[in-house]
């Protein structure tokens, strides 16, 4: 199985603090069966700041040492980008890191609203060649207000990630059935971990999995470890035709 967002770089963000954190990370993603991982460091962040040299290398650094301790999994390297005015500028001036170096760039929304020319930024993404894809998006608070933006965003060629946690509720049930409802409706592309650590924000891939195969079907769960082998790959991804969740129905919920 194949993480396409976790936070397992040591002393870098919010997540792994320590190479025995990155470690403990390391050994843990193993268990669950994942082979190879995207380090996907917070790029700005008001309190970050990592551009794609230096991911690089830490990402050569962490690997090293996984190999040395003889522990089964490649780490590759990658970037939670926050959307920002300047991503094309800093996608041209190689700030910004595509996952593993492909076309796919990882774009971060503030988590209480969608700024707005985010339209118009995941528009120009894609004329400057890039494939745009929203990280967690049934974790903002406007996207689960107004679900037909992500709709939007979707019909015009943007991909999605939800988190592995959110689908087993591990952020509550309104963000548990929010993401349910993007998995039915074809809003969503990839499930990944978005793992800090090992406690409190781990990996619960095989969990989500699990509880995809039970209540939406083999197909999804197919498509999403088929669909993060092809971004890594560079390949294009398998996109469903996508439907809007109608926002009675998601009232009817509470
Ligand atoms: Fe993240």
């Known amino acids: 199985m194949i993480d396409i967002h976790s936070h397992i770089l040591p002393g870098i963000d919010d997540g792994a603090q320590s190479e025995i954190d990155s470690l403990q990370m390391a050994r843990a993603a193993v268990n669950e069966g994942i082979t190879k991982l995207v380090a996907t460091p917070h790029h700005r962040n008001g309190k970050y700041d990592n551009e794609r040299d230096s991911i690089v290398r830490w990402v050569d650094t962490l690997n090293e040492l996984i190999l040395k301790e003889g522990i089964p999994l490649t780490v590759l390297p990658g970037q939670e980008t926050r959307i920002n005015g300047d991503m094309i500028a800093e996608l041209e001036d190689e700030v910004i890191l595509p996952i593993n170096h492909t076309k796919y760039v990882f774009v971060e929304f503030p988590s209480d609203h969608v700024p707005r020319y985010a339209s118009q930024m995941l528009f120009d993404i894609q004329v400057a060649g890039y494939i745009p894809i929203i990280v967690h998006p049934e974790r903002n608070q406007e996207l689960i207000e107004h679900p037909t933006r992500l709709y939007e965003f979707v019909k015009k060629g943007a991909l999605t990630q939800v ?50 195969q039970n209540d939406y079907g083999d197909d999804y769960v197919n498509i999403f470890l088929e669909n993060s082998e092809l971004l890594i790959d560079n390949q294009n991804v398998n996109r469903m035709e996508p439907s809007n969740i109608k926002r009675k129905k998601f009232l009817g919920l509470f």
Do not use: P, Y
């Not at 592995?164 to 074809?186: D, T, Y």
């Not at 978005?194 to 969990?207: C, I, K, L």
């Open 163 to 212: 988190t592995a946690a959110s689908v087993v509720g591990k952020f509550g049930k309104n963000i548990q059935k929010f993401s349910g409802q993007i998995i039915e409706a074809n809003l969503t592309h990839f499930i990944a971990s978005d793992a800090h650590n090992t406690s409190s924000r781990g990996f619960a891939m095989n969990e989500a999995f699990q509880l995809i």
